[in-house]
């Protein structure tokens, strides 16, 4: 049984950082791409970031573009976003998750971590 935590959530004032940690374990995992999405009360699921395992390419959401910084560790099993200059509009539960593809939807990603939160205060 996969599992994808994440950790490294919580409050910080605007222009602010931080930074969010997914750690995969269990069982046999094998993904071409690690992605991160948010959810803000109230609205759909939002792509942030993808990275892939193996050239650690990278493709962000416009929306925090230049902000957020994805990497990997391979070593680790683990995937991280940095996240700086935060805005309020930040503000949200953010999932990692594991994926078939570099995508921004959804569907390519077939294992999903629980959720940290990130409360950005303005």
């Known amino acids: 049984q996969v599992q994808l935590v994440e950790s490294g959530g919580g409050l910080v004032q605007a222009g602010g950082s931080l930074r969010l940690s997914c750690a995969a374990s269990?069982?046999?995992?094998?993904?071409?791409?690690m992605g991160w999405f948010r959810q803000a009360p109230g609205k759909e699921h939002e792509f942030v970031a993808v990275?892939?395992?193996?050239?650690?390419?990278?493709y962000y959401a416009d929306s925090v573009k230049g902000r957020f910084t994805m990497s990997r560790d391979n070593a680790k099993n683990t995937v991280y976003l940095q996240m700086n200059s935060l805005k309020p509009e930040d503000t949200a539960v953010y999932y990692c998750?594991?994926?078939?593809?570099?995508?921004?939807?959804?569907?390519?990603?077939?294992?999903w971590g629980q959720g940290t939160q990130v409360t950005v205060s303005s």
């Open positions: 998750a594991a994926g078939s593809r570099r995508s921004y939807s959804k569907g390519a990603y077939y294992y």
């Open positions: 990275i892939t395992w193996t050239d650690g390419s990278t």
């Open positions: 269990g069982g046999t995992f094998s993904s071409v791409a």
